[in-house]
């Protein structure tokens, strides 16, 4: 088992920033890769950013260039660091992370991001 404790969220005005972290605990042998999914009220979850082993990252097209996902391997925790916040951004972000063996997904509880224009 893989716990995800995610935190700082909150509220921000149109063009600040927040940055959100997920802290792993548990059986984190053979992850793979960690990442950032976000859900608005009445849509779909979506692909925020990712990064896998080896520290390559991807990011949904409405985030390049705003926001930035890294990881601290030591602390077992990966960011995800959001400027010029939109309040199209707001939602409840999740925190991901893929294990390989056995192969499948945990998910953090999820923290709220709301950005008011």
């Known amino acids: 088992q893989v716990q995800l404790v995610e935190s700082g969220g909150g509220l921000v005005q149109a063009g600040g920033s927040l940055r959100l972290s997920c802290a792993a605990s548990?059986?984190?042998?053979?992850?793979?890769?960690m990442g950032w999914y976000r859900q608005a009220p009445g849509k779909q979850r979506e692909l925020v950013a990712i990064i896998i082993n080896g520290g390559n990252t991807n990011y949904a097209d409405s985030v390049k260039g705003r926001f930035t996902i890294s990881r601290d391997n030591a602390k077992n925790t990966v960011y995800l660091q959001m400027n010029s916040l939109k309040p199209e951004d707001t939602a409840v972000y999740h925190c991901n992370a893929e294990k390989l063996i056995p192969k499948r997904a945990y998910w953090g509880q999820g923290t709220q991001v709301t950005v008011s224009s």
């Open positions: 548990g059986s984190i042998f053979s992850i793979t890769a």
